[in-house]
């Protein structure tokens, strides 16, 4: 009989299948959905890093002195140029012309609206000069109540010979053309040359008269005026009656009022 304490056989332990080992595999990609396709963004030029700036130190401003004298001439002064006549000096400045550097005297005309700039160093070769003085002013006044003196030449060349007096910024020859060129109200008209001449001369000495004795150009022609009336040929033209004898002066004039005519003739 089998023995009832024995224990039963252990049972044979069925071995559940083992779980099974699942390897761990890589994840296989799907493939994926085709995306439309993107456009792609056009490539930015490339910045260029800006320098960082350095603080720079001010430049050293150099202080130019001003000059205000050259040559015997001061800045501010009336002086007279013999092309142009009576001017004043606005500054002395320095300037860099073909790169040389010069001084320059700034000269202003102000009636002729002009501004001209002559070299510091040719002032005596144009003949730049100072305000003539006063008892040379009165020598050009006392000029004009001379006899007028009337070359016997054909006006072309006294015309070149008036000119000449004109810019030469004598005051006392540029008296004798206004003296010459002047005619009274009862004497025969000027012709156009004769008249330009005239003015121009009258124009340059009034105006430094007009400087020097601190008046009007107005009361300075009025001053010329008057001394042209003292003149010997001016009053013995007004005295003279019809049909008498001329003076040598007069005969003199009536030449050039032919030679005036023969050449505004050609002109025409």
């Not at 002559?118 to 000069?129: E, I, L």
């Not at 007028?148 to 020859?173: H, P």
């Not at 007004?238 to 009536?254: I, L, M, S």
Request: aromatic residues 4%; charged residues 30%.
């Amino acid at each position: 009989m089998p023995n009832k304490t024995a224990k039963p056989a252990a049972k044979a332990t069925v071995a559940k299948p083992a779980a099974k080992s699942v390897t761990a595999k890589a994840p296989v990609a799907k493939p994926a959905a085709p995306k439309a396709p993107v456009a792609a963004a056009p490539a930015k030029a490339p910045v260029a890093a800006k320098p960082v700036a350095k603080p720079v130190a001010a430049p050293k401003v150099e202080e130019k002195k001003v000059v205000t004298q050259r040559q015997g001439f001061k800045a501010n002064e009336f002086v007279v140029y013999p092309a142009h006549g009576v001017g004043q000096i606005l500054a002395i400045e320095e300037q860099e012309i073909a790169g040389a550097k010069l001084e320059l005297f700034v000269i202003n005309f102000i009636k002729d609206k002009m501004t001209l700039r002559v070299p510091t160093a040719k002032v005596a070769n144009v003949g730049m000069r100072k305000l003539s003085e006063p008892a040379l002013v009165k020598k050009a006044l006392e000029t004009l109540k001379g006899r007028a003196r009337v070359k016997r030449t054909m006006w072309s060349r006294r015309a070149q010979e008036y000119e000449a007096k004109i810019n030469s910024g004598d005051i006392v020859a540029i008296a004798e053309v206004v003296r010459d060129l002047y005619r009274s109200e009862s004497q025969p008209e000027q012709s156009y040359s004769e008249r330009q001449l005239y003015e121009a001369a009258l124009d340059r000495l009034s105006r430094e008269i007009a400087v020097v004795q601190h008046s009007t150009e107005t009361e300075a022609v009025k001053e010329i005026e008057a001394q042209l009336a003292k003149s010997p040929r001016r009053n013995a033209k007004a005295e003279a009656a019809e049909g008498e004898g001329e003076t040598d002066a007069e005969g003199e004039a009536d030449d050039s009022d032919g030679d005036d005519t023969t050449v505004a003739d050609e002109a025409a």
